[in-house]
């Protein structure tokens, strides 16, 4: 807003003039509540890929799924004891008082954050740091590796199945069978089973370490598993340019809604980055 006053390129880019007002600031909180409450993210996304040039470069048998870790914006120090557990607290008194977690258990059971109540818990992998997140859920179709939907969720054991669950649902509703691929994360006897009740194949990667795949032959024998599995790489090239290029790598809002909201209409730019190439490409 300060550049707009004295900026002429930045005036000439939203279309002011050099003589006329500045909006107030306000104005763009405002409209993105109004935004968010619209739902307008997840529309937006819906109209480019309704457009007739790109419904052409969309699959609607093959698909695959995965999600992301968003890191919230909140410090780790405001992770503190709920009600009811304030004795566990060893910050300091002041704005932003030292703290000492060492020694200290804390779980998502017991602390929240009180900058973003929200955001939880979660650690990468054994030995890593532990850090406030959300997650992020794509769903890609498979021909020109477009994603057709997203999703943001609390951190969980199951957020990244039940999402998977959602998202796939809303293109199994036709006769012919569907393909999800997705990776050795989503190999639960349980997931694998609800996916052919809704007549979706689940090209999943096997997980074997110490435990029997929930994927057996009558899945892995088909041409299509292996092709499926090639091709759901391709996801992690979405989720990059987003975490990168978008921003999303660590939000800078709170709360799930606003978080969901931006990373929603992240993925719609990611689209709308490849569409002119994928649309030349066709149209040669």
């Not at 870790?69 to 008082?97: Q, T, V, Y």
């Not at 029997?212 to 299509?224: E, K, M, V």
């Not at 790489?233 to 978008?246: P, Q």
Request: aromatic letters at 8%.
């Amino acid at each position: 807003m300060d550049r707009l006053e004295f900026d002429l390129l930045f005036r000439w880019f939203v279309g002011l003039g050099v003589d006329d007002p500045v909006w107030d600031h306000s104005t763009f909180s405002k409209n993105r509540d109004r935004l968010l409450d619209g739902a307008i993210a997840a529309k937006f996304l819906a109209a480019v890929l309704a457009q007739p040039r790109v419904k052409r470069l969309l699959s609607s048998e093959h698909f695959s799924v995965d999600g992301t870790l968003i890191e919230a914006w909140a410090s780790m120090k405001s992770f503190k004891p709920k009600e009811g557990n304030e004795g566990d607290d060893r910050g300091g008194g002041g704005r932003n008082a030292p703290a000492d977690f060492k020694g200290e258990k804390r779980s998502n059971e017991t602390h929240r954050s009180t900058t973003d109540p929200d955001a939880k818990l979660y650690r990468k992998g054994p030995g890593m740091e532990a850090r406030l997140y959300f997650i992020g859920h794509g769903l890609m179709e498979n021909r020109s590796g477009l994603m057709v939907d997203a999703c943001l969720t609390r951190v969980s054991g199951h957020a990244e199945r039940l999402a998977a669950l959602a998202l796939i649902a809303n293109f199994a509703d036709r006769p012919a069978a569907i393909t999800l691929g997705a990776d050795k994360g989503y190999d639960a006897a349980d997931f694998v089973e609800e996916l052919r009740t809704m007549n979706v194949r689940p090209h999943v990667a096997q997980n074997t370490s110490g435990r029997r795949s929930a994927i057996d032959g009558r899945t892995t024998r088909h041409p299509g598993y292996e092709a499926s599995q090639r091709i759901r790489k391709r996801i992690e090239e979405a989720f990059g340019w987003i975490k990168t290029v978008a921003g999303m790598r660590r939000t800078k809002l709170r709360g799930l809604p606003r978080v969901d909201w931006a990373f929603t209409f992240a993925v719609a730019a990611y689209n709308l980055v490849r569409l002119p190439k994928l649309i030349a490409g066709a149209s040669s």
